[in-house]
């Protein structure tokens, strides 16, 4: 018998079905040969401090650092999550070989390695690499299974990726509050959060710092022509008046006049981070809907493996480039041009040496249904005209610069024209994104007639007064970039794609980063834009080792975490460098000066909208008003992830917002500690039974069951 595990139930479903096996059993499937069972995402996770000793569970400084022997993984704390390991231990024992159908990517390679190494599996394991969930995908992988060997070095960069960020959060984050949080803040530092908080400080002290002046410009009308001076704006009223005397006095000379046709090269196919930061410039998306949004689409078979880093295709996906855009019929008309020619093999879009583990994310051949929600429609739209617009040609432009001269003060100006609008013509119909600088724009938009050297007339100059504006400041999409540059100001694609490499984060990982960020109130949003809190801007001047909030050097580490897993690094070089750091670090901080960090309280405006929100949220019993359904002698608290007794120490009453898959409102969680039961609910999607609906009870034991 041969043993698929796929990394949740969906997908096993999917899979099981292409391979005939249909019989459920209790945790898998069975048929044909095959039992295909699943995890629900990560069952297993590095050991905690107190698994290596009793005298980690309380926080000593001087217990610091914590550094195992060796690194140990336990199964996660969960009763579904112990019954479908039980499943897969069993499954392991009886089977002849083991098929890895996980996530095709570091993290789904890195969860199921460590679910098999915890069931002790002996047996040959190949591995199923896919970058689509269609029959046809799946089909096709099973016919080319690779050996397990293959992706060993893959594993070890997730293995080395999980333990420096054990290394570094745990003993930073103990050192780092016991040190400054005066024993009442958690400070949490993290090896990509940290560096990512240091941007956004470093961007909202260059706001706060800045201060605005007042310039003022020369310009002038020629032939209904807007020139501009090019020279140094001028830093006082005076100075521009007396310009402009001197240019009333002096006729307007042509000196150059030129016109240069060029090409706008087509935008390249989506990665994850390219994808997020669209989604947040065009819908305001968080990075993190997105990939919810793009992770869906997925698993529903409309779209290729989301969480990739590069924007190429493989050479062997080119002949099925035709029969993918036959099948996006809503899009027809823009696809037919296409279909009149062969498909263009351009190297912009298929380029081996460019793919990593998977190509760019594109449309499948499975068209989508009008099931999506609007926001999975706009996701897929985002990724289809972009497809589709590679295959287009490059869009043909005019550029006119004239250049003249009023006395001694030179003048120019430019326009631009559209040509051919080649892969343009995808995007006619959308509406035009607003410019930052809409003046700039305007002028750059303006109809240039045919000027001739030497010619020579009246003009209308005029004063343009302006004022310096400080830095903008971090959005999602910007920060997500800055994130994928390690801070540099990249707008070169093609610069871009060769910094990736030393990017701060996975993409898979950017959007969680963001919104811990979020959760620890080190920052907070007003319209688009990123704020840095007070206490994150305290945390990261408290900082003084730039090794903990440097971009540069994170990326750095990045980089030899790919170099693991292209084999050019060793992973355990790696873990000894972390754990040099890790240690001179804590000498540093545990001797030095302490100050403590105050926490950062919302502010008033943010309670009065609160205020705003529907009769019925308002109306909900708070959780301090709540009684303990078990020890009924103090109240409930609501905390990250779960609602549990105020005394959980003695009582250990606890009920986790996501139950099998599903997570519950506050009312749906009020109804089951108040009432014993919810009302009937769908959506679960982890249940060892595979039930997907039902109503959840909380039993005599105290533990929440589905029936």
């Known amino acids: 018998m041969k043993l698929c595990i796929a990394e949740k139930p969906s997908v096993a479903r999917d899979i099981a079905k292409v391979l005939g096996a249909t019989m459920p059993k209790q945790g898998y499937m069975e048929g044909n040969g095959y039992c295909v ?49 039980k499943v897969i231990e069993r499954l392991v024992e009886e089977c002849d070989e083991v098929i890895n159908c996980g996530d095709a990517g570091q993290e789904g390679e890195l969860i199921q390695r460590w679910v098999l190494q915890k069931a002790k599996c002996t047996k040959p394991v190949q591995r199923l690499w896919i970058s689509s969930l269609t029959e046809e995908a799946i089909k096709e992988g099973f016919a080319n299974l ?31 509050t016991k040190k400054f949080g005066g024993n009442k803040a958690v400070l949490s530092i993290g090896r990509v959060q940290t560096p990512t908080l240091a941007m956004l400080v470093q961007r909202q002290k260059e706001i706060d710092a800045f201060n605005t002046e007042e310039y003022w410009e020369l310009k002038t009308k020629y032939r209904d022509v807007i020139f501009n001076a090019a020279i140094d704006r001028l830093k006082t009223l005076d100075r521009a008046e007396k ?16 016109i240069k046709e060029g090409k706008e090269k087509n935008l390249r196919l989506f990665d994850l981070t390219g994808l997020q930061v669209e989604a947040n410039k065009k819908y305001g ?3 993190e809907n997105t990939l919810n949004y793009i992770q869906s689409l997925y698993e529903k078979k409309h779209v ?23 099948k996006m019929h809503f899009y027809q008309d823009l696809i037919s041009p296409l279909l009149e020619a062969p498909i263009p093999r351009s190297k912009a879009v298929f380029d081996d040496t460019k793919v990593t583990d998977h190509h760019a994310i594109i449309p499948t051949e499975v068209p989508p249904s009008q099931n999506l929600s609007r926001e999975e429609k706009l996701i897929y739209d985002l990724i289809a005209k ?36 080649g892969w343009r013509a995808v995007y006619a119909k959308e509406p035009k994104e607003e410019s930052a600088d809409k003046e ?19 003009h209308d100059p005029m004063i343009h007064q302006g004022k310096t504006t400080p830095p903008k400041p971090y959005t999602e999409a910007t920060l997500l970039r800055a994130m994928e540059t390690a801070g540099k100001q990249v707008d070169d694609e093609e610069l871009r794609e060769l910094l990736k490499n030393n990017g701060i984060g996975r993409p898979s990982t950017r959007a969680n980063i963001i919104e811990t960020l979020f959760k620890r109130k080190y920052i907070e949003k007003k319209r688009k834009n990123l704020i840095a809190t007070p206490t994150g801007m305290q945390l990261i001047d408290t900082i003084e080792d730039e090794l903990l909030k440097s971009p540069e050097l994170t990326g750095e580490w990045e980089s030899k975490l790919r170099k693991i897993e292209s084999g050019e690094y060793e992973a355990n070089r790696f873990k000894e460098e972390l754990i040099q750091m890790v240690t001179e670090l804590t000498e540093k901080v545990v001797y030095g000066k302490g100050k403590v960090i105050t926490l950062y309280e919302e502010k008033e405006e943010v309670k009065e909208k609160k205020k705003r929100e529907p009769a019925v949220k308002k109306e909900l019993q708070s959780w301090e008003e709540t009684q303990c359904p078990k020890c009924k002698e103090h109240h409930l608290i609501k905390g990250k992830a ?66």
Do not use: M
């Open 304 to 326: 290729t493996y989301p969480r990739v880093d590069t924007t190429y295709l493989s050479e062997s996906l080119y002949p099925k480039i035709e029969g993918i855009l036959r």
């Open 440 to 458: 700039k724009e305007k002028e750059e938009e303006q109809s240039i007639p045919e000027f001739t050297v030497g010619e020579t007339g009246p």
């Open 37 to 85: 069972t699943w995890t629900f995402g990560h069952l297993c996770t590095l050991k905690e401090p107190h698994d290596y000793g009793p005298q980690y569970k309380s926080w000593n400084l001087f217990l610091l650092p914590i550094i195992p022997a060796s690194f140990g993984i336990k199964l996660i704390p969960n009763k579904g999550v112990e019954n479908q390991f």
């Open 642 to 707: 779960a609602v549990g007794c105020s005394d959980f120490k003695n009582c250990g009453f606890k009920i986790t917002f996501d139950i099998f898959g599903k997570k519950l409102s506050d009312k749906q969680l009020l109804d089951l500690v108040l009432k014993g039961k919810t009302s009937k609910l769908k959506g679960f999607s982890t249940h060892s039974e595979s039930l997907t609906e039902g109503i959840l009870t909380i039993g005599e034991d105290f533990q929440v069951q589905l029936a």
């Open 243 to 258: 310009g402009l005397e001197y240019l009333k006095l002096n006729p307007f000379e042509i000196v150059s006049f030129e």
């Open 386 to 421: 972009r497809f589709i617009s590679v295959f287009y040609p490059e869009c043909k432009i005019s550029n006119t610069l004239v250049e003249g001269k009023v006395g001694t003060i030179p003048f120019k100006t430019s326009g631009r024209q559209v040509l051919e609008p």
């Open 285 to 287: 998306y968080s990075a």
């Open 146 to 176: 690779k050996p397990a060997e293959d992706y060993k070095n893959l594993y070890l960069a997730g293995n080395a990726r999980a333990i420096g960020d054990w290394l570094l959060g745990i003993n930073a984050t103990r050192l780092f």
